[in-house]
T-cell receptor, first 112, second 114 residues
Framework: DAKTTQPPSMDCAEGRAANLPCNHS???????VYWYRQIHSQGPQYIIHGLKNNETNEMASLIITEDRKSSTLILPHATLRDTAVYYCIVRVAQTGYSTLTFGKGTMLLVSP | DSGVTQTPKHLITATGQRVTLRCSPR?????VYWYQQSLDQGLQFLIHYYNGEERAKGNILERFSAQQFPDLHSELNLSSLELGDSALYFC?????????????FGEGSRLTVL
């Protein structure tokens, strides 16, 4: 799986958009970008994933650059409950490919 | 609530002892994954079972073993415990062989070895 690079920490004011960047310059054509988050000592939670097109769900939006070498996870209106470690993971999506490899992620602190 | 149940939530034991952690996957999920999270190592993949068979091994020590039973629940056995085994142990499940990349994690079992 391609390696990802994320800033170790970011701050965001409550109610503002949180934009979390991820660099994956060695990504291959068949690798997807996944985002998970982990609220303090809880189990990680799936947020969103995408291949090349931008994706949106009820939690967040994922913007992938045209060359696919980087992406941004957007939480449109951050709340205090969004304080968590956010993991960007690049992985081949195919049956039989076994697991997700978590890096160190970005610690997002949302403040009042 | 992810639907994945882990027991016990907390466990305190002594060095040299053996413990068993239990995981019940979401209803209908055939895959179970075990991860270890310690302060200095982050989330480390240990092992993956699919429908009772081992599918992949990660950084799992020889003192650790796991199995998945016919009812699909899984157990992680940790023996000859050392101080460094103190960690959060997470179980996750997925419907099949993780084609979509979505894992559902339990709330973890916190193991403290004294």
């Amino acid at each position: 799986d391609a390696k990802t690079t994320q800033p170790p920490s970011m701050d965001c004011a409550e109610g503002r958009a949180a934009n979390l960047p991820c660099n994956h310059s060695t990504i291959s054509g068949n690798e997807y970008v996944y985002w998970y988050r982990q609220i303090h000592s809880q189990g990680p939670q799936y947020i969103i994933h995408g291949l090349k097109n931008n994706e949106t769900n009820e939690m967040a939006s994922l913007i992938i650059t045209e060359d696919r070498k980087s992406s941004t996870l957007i939480l449109p209106h951050a709340t205090l409950r969004d304080t968590a470690v956010y993991y960007c993971i690049v992985r081949v999506a195919q049956t039989g490919y076994s697991t997700l490899t978590f890096g160190k992620g970005t610690m997002l602190l949302v403040s009042p | 609530d992810s639907g994945v149940t882990q027991t016990p939530k907390h466990l305190i034991t002594a060095t040299g002892q053996r413990v068993t952690l239990r995981c019940s996957p979401r209803s209908g999920d055939l895959s179970v994954y075990w991860y270890q999270q310690s302060l200095d190592q982050g989330l480390q993949f240990l092992i993956h079972y699919y429908n009772g068979e081992e599918r992949a091994k990660g950084n799992i020590l020889e003192r650790f073993s796991a199995q998945q039973f016919p009812d699909l629940h899984s157990e992680l056995n940790l023996s000859s415990l050392e101080l460094g085994d103190s960690a959060l142990y997470f179980c996750a499940s997925s419907r099949g062989l993780l084609a979509t990349g979505e894992l559902f994690f339990g709330e973890g079992s916190r193991l403290t070895v004294l």
